[in-house]
Each structure stands twice: as C-alpha cells, then as structure tokens.
C-alpha cells in the first residue's frame, strides 16, 4: 500500500519519486546518527573501570570527525536542490500549450467553475457556470486560472499533486493533465473561514467522448 | 541593586534576574497549561468529530479555528520564548557569566511586565464577544484583515496588539542580554571561554532584534486595515494579501531559530556534564551557529512556495533552506562525537538532552522534504507539515526544555527534583511523543490538510481516521504523563533532597555559587582561567575543572 493517494496526473509520479530520493538520502543519515548515539550510549555508558577519554574536537584533525560528515550533507543537499529544480520547473514553470482552459474562483467556501462556453472566451454571455465540479477530459493539458473573491483559498488535487493558493486581486494560472478518467476531490487547503473544513469540489475526469456528450447537455448552445 | 522601599516589600515587582527568570518560568508554564487543553480538544474533535469533547462540549467549526490559532500563538510565543529565551536566559547568563545581575536590572523587571500585560490581553482576548483570533496563528490577510470574513472583531485586534507588547518586551529582553553579555563578563571570561548556550542565547537575541522589526510594522498596517479602514493587504483598495506574508516570514521563519537555538542550548550544556567530556568541537559550534543565524534570513518564502509568488523565487529559497541543514548537521555531528569515549550517566536532565537529540535529527530531516519547492507542491498545508515542525519545535521546547529544568532546578530552588518520577516522565513523554508524531506524517502523506476540523467530510481522508483516533489517544496520554512532572515540580519545591552547590559536579560559573546564589550571585566576582567544557581533563585531580579553580600545574593553565 503506498503512503500517497493514487496518482492520476502526469507530473504526479515525478513528485512521489523526489520523495522517495530525499527519503532513501534521509532515512540513510536517520539510521546512521541514531545507530551512533545508540550505539554510543550503550557502548560508552558509565563503569567503574572507564574512564572518559579527553578529546575537545579543536584541532582540524580531529575536528575533520564531524566535517566530512557535513561536507557530505553539503554534496547530498545540492543533489536535491538540482533533482527538484528539475521538478519544480517543469509543473510551476511555464504552463504548456493547453487545450482547455477553466477559471476557478474560490470563495467561501465554494468553487466557482467557469467555461469559456463555445466562443471559447470569458466574461462573454455563453460563459457556463458551475459550483464544485470541475468536468475535464482525460489525457489533455488543462490550464486552471485560479481567482478567489474574498480570501486565500488554496486549489487542492490530492490525486494530481497540485496545489496553488488562489490569492484575492490576482490570477495564478495552474495546469495538469490527468491520466485516467475517474472522481477526485479538490479540497481547500488554505485556512479560510468557518466553512473552511468542507469546503470540497469534485473533480469529473471523463473519457473523450463522455466528456463531448456533458459539453452537449450542459453547455449553451452556439 | 535599583531596589526602590516598594520593590523591596513587593518581591513580585523584583529587579532579582533571578527572580525575574522564575516569574517568566511561572508564566509559561501558565500557558504551557492552556495551550495543552488547546491540543486536547483540537485532538479530540479530530478523531471524533461531531462528538462532545469530554469536560468541554461540542466544538463549532469557527470555535475550532480559534482553537488551532491560539493553540500556535500560545505555543511560540507565551511558552516557547518567555521558558527558553527569557527563564532561562535571565537565570543563566549572569550566572555564567559571572555577573550580579543584568546590566540593566530595571529594564528587565520592565520587559517582565510588559510581558506579563500581553499575556493578560491575550487572556482577555478568550472572552470578548466573538472569541479570541480564529485567522490562523500566522494571521494571513485578508482572512485577518476583515471582521466580516471570521466574524471575530475585538478577538483579533487584541491578539495583535498582545504579540506587538510581547515582541517590545523580548525586543527589552534582547538589548539586555546583550549589554549583559558584552559588558559584564568577569575577569578572564573571553568570548571563547563563553558557554555555548549563552552564545546561542546570544545568537537568538540578535536573530530576534533583527527580524522583529518589519513584522511589528506589517502588525499596525493589519490594525489599521482592521480598524481605520485603510486597504494595506486587501486588493480591492490596490492592497496586496502577499504582502503581509513576506513580513510574517521575514520574522517567522527567524523566530524558528530564536526557539531552537536556545533549546539546542541547554543540550549542549547537559552532554558534556553527564559524558564527562569536553564538548567536541567548541569553536566549530559557535561558528555554526552564527552561519546559521544568519541564513536564517534568506529562507523565509519556503513557506510560500505555493502562495503565488513568481515561481522563480522558489529555488533560490529552496537551496538556501536546504543549505542550512549543514549548520545545523555539524551541531548535531558534534553533540554525537561529544558522546564518543565519554563515561555517560543516565540521570534525568540527560535523558531529555539525548530524547532532544534523537527527536530533532528526526525533525530536521523531514525539513529537507518540506525545503524541495516540488514535494513541497504536494505536502505543503498537510500533517506532514506539522508532524515535521512538532519534531522540532516539541524537541527544542519540551525536551530542551525538561532537559534544562531538570538539571538547574536545584541551583534555581535549592533543591534536588524526584529522579525516579523524573525517569518515568521522561520514557512517558518519549514514546508517546513518537506515538502522536510519527504516525501524523502518513495521514499528512495520505493528504490530509492542516486546520480542517472534521477529516471525515472528505472521502480520500477517511481511510486515515484509524490513524487520526491512534494520535488522539496517544496525545491524551502524553499530555497526561505531564502531570508526573507538575507533581515532582512542586514537590520538589517543599521536600527535595537539599542541593549542594554543585550536584552535577559541572564546570561553569553557575556552580560555583550556593543553591539558589544569593541576591548579587557571587561572595566575591570569580576569575576565569579556562574554557567551560574542561571534563576528565589528565592533569586535573578529578573528572571535572570548574571554570574558576585555578591550578598550579603549568600544563592544565594553558588550556
């Protein structure tokens, strides 16, 4: 059983192995200094017959004990920094070319979702509106424009690994690309009011021609 | 020493840096009380949400984001620095030092009760109509900036002002430490024979007197939205949310340090007395942690990595957040060596030093997770998040903490605390410390967001509620093992064995002096002859040197 919620986005499986990485590099030095102390306080507890030996750690020889071990945490920590630059850039960078793009807005404590309707623009009168459920089709860039009305919201996919705060007086554009059609949830992950614990949409990942039947029955017509 | 006839009638109103120290210690643990019921309640309706809390009720969802916004206020800034900076500081660096008081006494009692008035409107703040503060404890506008978005007005405008008086106390408390440090050192006390805890008692103070100042003036600009009207953080009136959170972090993430570094203070004390060992790498220490301080300032948009910030400030923040595990690498690669060949006792100041040790590794790898802006994209706002900080911040105040009670207990009150009751306080407090924390990290991998009262009403979330019951049950008895320190605490206060004036046979100034030191701590001001770690010295008569006892062999005085 994996300790993540499934992963049905594109860079989601680039996120979990990151974790892994800084996982098996952390969980190394965890084993390693907690075996030492361990092994130290057993080794070197207090008998009669022993005595503590004089060793002050000020000299570059001896003090070489410890900076080694930190020079090597210096090397580990720029593998990381370089390995997640990779990551970072690729899902906050530049949004790639989309084929759907969505506005939603967050308010307390809803999700407000807007489609460009058939003119393919916003803020005109085919515009279709909808709460909480955010309808998309599986295996296609999605561009979210992320809005709020009031207060900081956060735009949550557990199942994609995305999350942006949605700020009042900007608009934060987001994207994802989900690899199977299914129902996930978006909660807020910003603390943003009483309503806050509850305040959840549904995201409706479809297969291609499920999703041109919603846009049929739901969409104004041309 | 500037007692006036009425201070001296009213010890309360003491200019005693001693006596200061114990009025600070009283005060937070005051709040250390409440901001435990805070997590009581907090657990329960996690686990069993919807349920009455048992002794409270039914908990609101409102009244339970004031509870997780006070439960935060009270624990960094009424528990952690007024025990670790202000107690201890106050009790120990005259102390070491070898002064008689700090060097500007009046200001000291002054800083107290501008304190001590914070803490009273902090208070007041639980009963005004509407509640306390509820926008979380950073305060993130315009949730804060708008008495219509939480419906708390008085609430919030007395939480600010409480922490403004609590940062001009500790801003007080700062310049006094300082002044005390740099001016008051005995005879022969140079800054390299300086006990490390007063260098990281230092090193907070100044990280504190720096950082403190843009947040004070982000906290009149959120009054003032909230009061007069002007628009600062709300976008409607060409106002920007971000804003206030590059000045909370500006400050927030600093304070981190101002928290730890005292705490990993007190460790650094009580391992080399108990391994009867120099502490390994003194200098080494003392450089490290200057580094850290000072990158300390370049970190802080880790925590807005998802906020909206262009996302190409993420990775410059990212490599200096994870940069600053090195400092931190090397204190504790040091405290590990200082163990190496060293003749360890297990009393009770020990364990907690060790449990401090063991505790915080582990809190500062799960920061590197938290440091990589991708994972971060994931695990930002979840348990994860909170399991890590608890690691550090519960090891840093509480075990820290406990370890530095326990261990200057006797020279604060002349008496010994209860080594047995100690022991099984600490191996309570151990293990069901791990048994609430770790198992938060999955149910903050399974995804579950911070400040959310009720798990259940999310679907993905409700496979964890198993885990989320665990964690209750084993905080409920973590919070209950306290009450074997509060029993040995005041019990030790009436009936503890007499202390000697050196029961630890330790080697800094401190000792040298009787239990509790009396009002101008020193018969006579001691002369410094050596660095404060010389254990098992080959040319000292016994296993410890005190930092005053001059010796006639050539050898031992060139150390």
């Keep these: 059983m994996s300790w993540f919620p499934e992963n049905v986005s594109t860079f989601g499986g680039e996120i979990d192995s990151l974790f892994y990485l800084i996982l098996y590099i952390t969980g190394a030095w965890f084993l390693l200094t907690e075996g030492l102390i361990l092994f130290f306080l057993i080794r070197y507890r207090r008998r009669a017959s022993a005595k503590a030996a004089y060793i002050p750690g000020n000299t570059l020889r001896q003090a070489a004990w410890i900076l080694v071990p930190c020079l090597i945490v210096l090397i580990l920590d720029l593998w990381i920094d370089f390995r997640g630059a990779a990551v970072w850039a690729r899902i906050k960078g530049k949004v790639p070319a989309s084929d759907l793009m969505i506005q939603v807005t967050g308010k307390q404590f809803n999700w407000e979702i807007v489609y460009p309707g058939p003119d393919g623009k916003f803020g005109t009168e085919d515009d279709f509106q909808i709460e909480n459920e955010l309808h998309v089709p599986v295996g296609k860039v999605v561009r979210v424009v992320l809005k709020s009305k009031d207060v900081i919201h956060s735009f949550f996919l557990p199942h994609l690994r995305l999350k942006q705060d949605a700020v009042p007086g900007r608009e934060i554009h987001a994207w994802f690309e989900a690899t199977r059609p299914g129902q996930f949830e978006i909660p807020c992950a910003e603390l943003c009011g009483f309503g806050h614990s509850g305040m959840n949409g549904q995201l409706i990942v479809h297969t291609p021609e499920e999703y041109q039947k919603w846009v049929k029955d739901h969409w104004p017509k041309k | ?559």
Aim: overall charge neutral; cysteine-free; glycine content about 8%.
């Design chain 2, 1 to 559: 020493m500037g007692e006036g006839p009425l201070a001296k009638k009213m010890r309360i109103f003491s200019t005693d840096h001693k006596v200061i120290a114990k009025q600070y210690l009283s005060v937070g643990l005051f709040w250390a009380v409440i901001g435990a019921l805070t997590a009581y309640m907090i657990r329960w309706q996690l686990a069993y949400p919807e349920t009455e809390v048992p002794g409270w009720g039914f908990i609101a969802p409102d009244f339970y984001n004031m509870l997780v916004t006070m439960h935060g206020t009270i624990m960094v800034f009424f528990v952690a620095m007024p025990i670790l900076l202000a107690a201890f500081g106050n009790f120990l660096i005259p102390l070491m030092i070898g002064a008689q008081d700090m060097a500007f006494p009046r200001l000291n009692r002054l800083s107290f009760w501008v304190f001590a008035l914070a803490s009273f409107i902090l208070l007041t703040s639980f009963f005004v109509p509407g509640g306390a503060a509820s926008a979380g404890w950073t305060g993130y506008p315009p949730l804060s900036a708008k008495v219509a978005y939480t419906g708390v007005n008085w609430g919030l405008n007395l939480w600010l002002l409480a922490l403004a008086l609590e940062f001009a106390s500790f801003l007080m408390g700062g310049v006094n430490f300082l002044t005390t440090a740099i001016n008051l050192r005995a005879p022969g006390m140079t800054f390299f024979r300086l006990p490390l805890l007063v260098w990281m008692e230092l090193t907070a103070a100044v990280i504190f007197m720096l950082s403190v100042g843009p947040l004070i003036a982000g906290a009149v600009m959120l009054l003032m939205d909230r009061v007069i009207g002007t628009t600062f953080y709300l976008p409607e009136g060409g106002g920007e949310p971000l804003l206030w959170q590059h000045l909370f972090w500006f400050f927030g993430h600093p304070e981190v340090y101002v928290i730890l570094l005292p705490g990993l203070g007190l460790v650094l004390e009580v391992i080399p007395a108990f391994s009867r060992k120099p502490i390994f790498g003194y200098r080494a220490i003392i450089y490290s942690t200057i580094a850290a301080g000072m990158l300390s300032f370049v970190v802080w948009a880790h925590h807005q990595f998802i906020s909206g910030m262009d996302p190409r400030l993420a990775m410059p923040f990212s490599i200096t957040t994870i940069i600053i595990s090195v400092p931190f690498a090397l204190i504790v690669f040091a405290m590990i060596a200082t163990l190496w060949r060293g003749s360890i006792s297990f009393s009770t100041p020990m364990l907690f030093a060790v449990g401090t040790l063991a505790v915080f590794i582990a809190g500062g790898l799960t920061g590197i997770f938290n440091g990589s802006a991708a994972v971060d994209i994931y695990i930002h706002d979840t348990y994860f998040i909170v399991a890590h900080f608890h690691f550090t911040l519960f090891s840093a105040v509480f075990f820290a903490g406990f370890a530095g009670l326990y261990f200057w207990f006797p020279k604060m009150f002349g008496r010994m605390m209860n080594e047995t009751l100690g022991k099984i306080h600490f191996w309570l407090t151990f293990v069901f410390f791990n048994a609430v924390f770790i198992p938060m990290h999955f149910v903050g991998l399974g995804g579950m967001m911070r400040r959310i009262a009720n798990p259940m009403q999310y679907e993905f979330l409700q496979p964890l509620q198993p885990l989320n019951i665990l964690i209750t049950v084993a905080a409920i008895v973590l919070l209950l093992s306290q009450l074997l320190f509060v029993i040995n605490f005041f019990w030790s206060l009436r009936a503890g064995k007499k202390a000697e004036s050196n029961p630890w046979q330790a080697n800094t100034l401190e000792w040298s002096t009787l239990s509790p030191p009396p009002h101008a701590n020193f018969e006579k001001i001691p002369t410094v002859y050596r660095s404060p770690y010389e254990y098992s010295l080959p040319e000292a008569p016994q296993d410890w040197l005190p930092q005053d006892l001059p010796l006639t062999s050539p050898a031992a005085a060139r150390r």
